[in-house]
C-alpha cells in the first residue's frame, strides 16, 4: 500500500511508543455531580493523556470524535492552527495510533477536517487504520449562506473522514425518519393500508421472461419499452394488481407504478455522506451555543451540539463509551452527557478548566439548549475532573514512589496483555489471567507487610498466598513480579512460573 512520506515521520512513527506513562490525579473540586460517574475530562497534552488511558480503556471506546486543529494558517486563541505541514503530520500520526487501540472491534473514529489537510489525513489514515477498513467521506455544510466575500470560491463544507476498527464487525443505527421524507406519501385511493409513495416498476437492459404484456383495470395493455424489463415477474405482478398494489393512476389508463406504503417501510433511515445545515446545524448556531457558557471568550469553529448527534446517533447506543481527545469547548462530551452515553473528554489548555467544566456544569443542571428540547433533557449525572500527574518512572528507571499498587498493576497487565485492566474486587497481588497466563505483582505492601517474608519479595509465603488467591484457577503459566525472588530457578520452573524483578522488568514505554 502506498504511504505518505514527510520530513520528520521517521521520529513520528515511534512518538507513540517513546511517550512515557503517566499517572492520572483526580481534581475533586473541579468535577459536578455524581462522584462515581465513569464520565472523565483531563486536562493536559493529549498524547500523555490517552498513554496513561490505554491500560484502563483499550479495547472499549464505542464512538470516537475528533476535530484537531485544520492547520489553516489562522490564528486561533485556543490552538497552534498555524503548524508547518510536515509537524502538524507528526502531531497527527502517534495520536490516531494511540486512538486506534482504544476502539473496540464494533467501534468508529470520525475525523473532522477541511481541505488543507483533509487528503493527507485519509492516507495516514489508511496507513494506521487500514485501507479496507475505510468507511465514508462525509460533508458537512457548516455555512449555510454563501460566502460573496470570498477570495476565490466559497467553501461552504467540512470533511468527516470516518474509519472503522474492522469493518466487519460494525453496523450503523438508522436515523429517524423526518417529517418531509413522511410528507411524500400520500393516500389519493384511499387504500385502508394508508399512505403511499409509487416507485418504478421498470429496469435498464433486457432480462429474459421479464417482457410481456400485462392488462389495466381499463382494458389498456402495457408493455416495457424495448430494451429495459419489468422488475417482477409476470406471475407476481398479477398477484400485486390483485392486492391493489399497483397504480394505473387515477383514470386507470396511466403506465402502471408500484405502490409502497408508509406503514411498511423501516422505522428508520439510512445514514448518508451528505450533511446539510438544516439538518446538523452550522458554525454559527456552533457558536450561538457556547456563547451560553462565557459570554467573553468564544471559540472561533466550535461544532454545533447537532452535528456531534448525529455521530452518536449512527454509531452509538445508550451507556456506550465516546472518546474526544480534541474536546475544545466540551460539545462532544454536553452532547454525550445528554444522550446517556458515557464519555471521556481530554483538553490541553486552560479551557478546559474555563469552558467545559461550566458548560458540563449547565448539562448536568438541566440547560436547555442546543439538543437538549429534542432529546428531552433534564440534567442529572455527573464527570469527575483529572489532570496528568508524574511519570510512572523517575529519571533513574525507578518506579515512582507516588505510584499505587492499582496503577502499576493496570500499566504492567497492560504491557503484557494488550488488553485493559479490570480492578479486582479485593486487593490481592493476583491480577488476572489472560490467554492461560496468569499475572501477580508483590508492590508496596500489598500483603500488608513490607518485609522480605511478607511483602514485596517471591519468598515461598509470598508464593503460598498467590496461589492461594487463585487456587480455582487454571493457567499454563504464572508472572510474577516483585523486588527479588527468594525461591530457586529449577523450582520456579518446575511451578511455571517466570519471575520478573520491578522495577528492571517493568516496561517503561
Known sequence: MPILNWLGRDDALKTATNTSYRLLEEVPELGYGDNSTENMIIQGDNLEALKALLPFYAGQIKCIYIDPPYNTGSAFEHYDDNLEHSQWLSLMYPRLELLREFLSEDGCIYISIDDDEGHYLKVICDEVFGRKNFVANIIWQKIHSLKNDAKYLSVNHDHIIVFAKNLDCVSFNLLTRTEAMNSRYKNPDNDPRGAWQSGDLVANEERKNGYFEITGPTGKVFNVPQ????????????????????????????????????????????????????????????????KIFNTDDIFETPKPERLIERVLRLSTNPNDLVLDSFLGSGTTAAVAHKMGRRYIGIEMGNHAITHCVPRLKAVIDGEQGGISKSVNWQGGGGFRFFKLGDEVFDAD????????????????????????????AEKSAYLGTCDNVSYALLYNGILRDKRVDGGNVLTNKTLNVILDDMKHIPYEKLVIYGESSRISSARLKTLHIEFKQTPYDIKAR
Open 397 to 424: 528507571g525507578c518506579i515512582n514512589k507516588n505510584i499505587s499498587f492499582e496503577n502499576l498493576s493496570a500499566h504492567i497487565w497492560f504491557t503484557e496483555t494488550k488488553t485493559p485492566f479490570n480492578k479486582p
Open 227 to 290: 430494451g429495459k424489463h419489468w422488475v417482477y415477474t409476470k406471475e407476481n405482478l398479477l398477484e400485486m394488481i390483485a392486492d391493489n398494489r399497483i397504480w394505473f393512476g387515477k383514470d386507470g389508463n396511466s403506465f402502471p407504478r408500484k405502490k409502497r406504503f408508509l406503514s411498511e417501510v423501516q422505522e428508520g433511515r439510512k445514514g448518508d455522506t451528505i450533511w446539510l445545515s438544516n439538518e446538523v446545524g452550522h458554525n454559527q448556531e456552533a457558536k450561538r451555543e457556547v
